[in-house]
């Protein structure tokens, strides 16, 4: 088992992501139709990219939609793509435990427990007696291809959260402020925040006008809507 590094790797974005948006948007306020502003690119982008940021700035958010990012993302735990894939306005294409058989699985080892001596050797050994497991469950079912179906989607059951696993995922730029909004804060589960801060820095790069202060829900508002029990500090309370 190699140490697990974690990868996010941006496959796609929408193309002339600014001018799709602008467009998107004047469409609501213009006798033009956008088919034309779309392709006689009449207005400098730079003035493009002022509007965009207003209409993030106003919360007019729907102009948003149409501008997807298509992320590659390995390395990460199943506890991790569980979180993940209950953002609903999103598509996900996740690596099978059923036809992707887990011979030699890697695995997430929390930092807690990375640093923790004996933590980290009860870890690794019960690691590798899941695996032996698996491994001995694989042969004993190897017979029983009922309808065609092989023994790998039982012997799964006995795999952990922190298998690692490979997933796509699509978001529009609506949700990936939604979800940077409620992944980046440090409430949020330490791996799916560090996937979030890393997706964000990303999306901030390609597309500045709409993911420059972007960020935990803290990050617009100015203060942490948390509350007490769980504010990390960053910011104060709601006086
Ligand atoms: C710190 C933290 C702790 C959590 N703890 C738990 C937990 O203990 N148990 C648990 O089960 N989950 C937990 N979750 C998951 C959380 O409840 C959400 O399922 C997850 O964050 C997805 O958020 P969402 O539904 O807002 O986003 P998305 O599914 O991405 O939806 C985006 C937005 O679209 C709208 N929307 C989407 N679908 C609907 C719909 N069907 N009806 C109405 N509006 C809709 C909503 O406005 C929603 O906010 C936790 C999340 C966080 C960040």
């Known amino acids: 088992m190699a140490k697990v590094i974690m990868n996010v790797k941006l496959l796609e ?6 001018t799709l948006i602008y467009v998107a948007c004047r469409q609501c306020y213009s006798e033009k139709f956008a088919g034309d502003v779309f392709s006689d690119n009449l207005v400098d982008l730079k003035k493009q990219e002022e509007f965009v940021k207003n ?16 992320f590659a993302i390995e390395g990460v735990s199943r506890a991790l793509t569980h979180q993940l894939v209950r953002h609903r306005i999103a598509s996900f294409s996740q690596q ?20 923790n001596a004996a933590a980290k050797d009860e870890f690794e050994k019960l690691m590798s007696v899941i695996q032996q497991s698996y491994t001995k469950l694989l042969v004993f079912l190897g017979q029983d291809n009922i309808n065609g179906e092989t023994a790998n989607q039982d012997a799964r059951f006995a795999l952990p959260q922190a298998a690692e696993t490979k997933i796509v995922v699509t978001m529009n ?55 007490e029990k769980f504010r990390c500090g960053k910011y104060p309370l709601k006086a």
């Open 55 to 70: 209409i993030v700035a106003s919360g007019h958010m729907s102009p948003l939609e149409h501008v997807k990012f298509s």
């Open 96 to 115: 099978s435990q059923r036809y992707v058989k887990e011979k030699d699985f890697d695995y997430i080892i929390p930092p807690a427990i990375q640093r």
């Open 173 to 227: 730029c609506r949700e990936l402020l939604h979800f940077f909004q409620h992944r980046c804060c440090a409430r949020a589960q330490w791996e799916i925040r560090y996937l979030a801060n890393k997706m964000l820095e990303i999306c901030s790069e390609k597309l500045p006008a709409v993911f420059r202060g972007a960020g935990a829900k803290c990050e617009s508002l100015g203060y942490c809507p948390e509350g």
């Open 13 to 18: 974005m929408s193309q002339n992501a600014i």
